[in-house]
């Protein structure tokens, strides 16, 4: 069975960081997409920032750029998003998600595996 797990959420001061991880197991396929995504209470999930597996493409929301950035490891079963300059706003839980399809707006938007979550509050 393939899993995601997100950890490295937290409560942080408004322009501080965290890094989140998300450790995939048991997949039986080699993912060729993968993103992070967040939903605050009441909202809809939005997406954050996408990556291939080899690391050469990579996306992000606007409201992100530049302050968020992701990655994976060396072993291409663990996906990271290094988050600085955070913001009240960024407040939400954070979704890791997988797909083995080509990279593509498509299927960033369309995952088929997902993780359960990881909470992130910025306090101000």
């Known amino acids: 069975q393939v899993q995601l797990v997100e950890s490295g959420g937290g409560l942080v001061q408004a322009g501080g960081s965290l890094k989140l991880s998300c450790a995939v197991s048991g997949r039986t396929f080699i993912y060729a997409t993968m993103g992070w995504f967040r939903q605050a209470p009441g909202k809809e999930r939005d997406f954050v920032a996408a990556?291939?597996?080899?690391?050469?493409?990579?996306d992000y929301a606007d409201s992100v750029k530049g302050r968020f950035t992701i990655s994976v490891g060396d072993a291409k079963n663990t996906i990271y998003l290094q988050m600085n300059s955070l913001k009240p706003e960024d407040t939400a839980v954070y979704y890791c998600?997988?797909?083995?399809?080509?990279?593509?707006?498509?299927?960033?938007?369309?995952?088929?595996?997902w993780g359960k979550g990881t909470l992130v509050t910025v306090s101000s």
């Open positions: 990556i291939s597996r080899s690391g050469g493409s990579t």
């Open positions: 998600a997988a797909d083995p399809r080509v990279y593509s707006n498509a299927v960033i938007y369309a995952m088929n595996y």
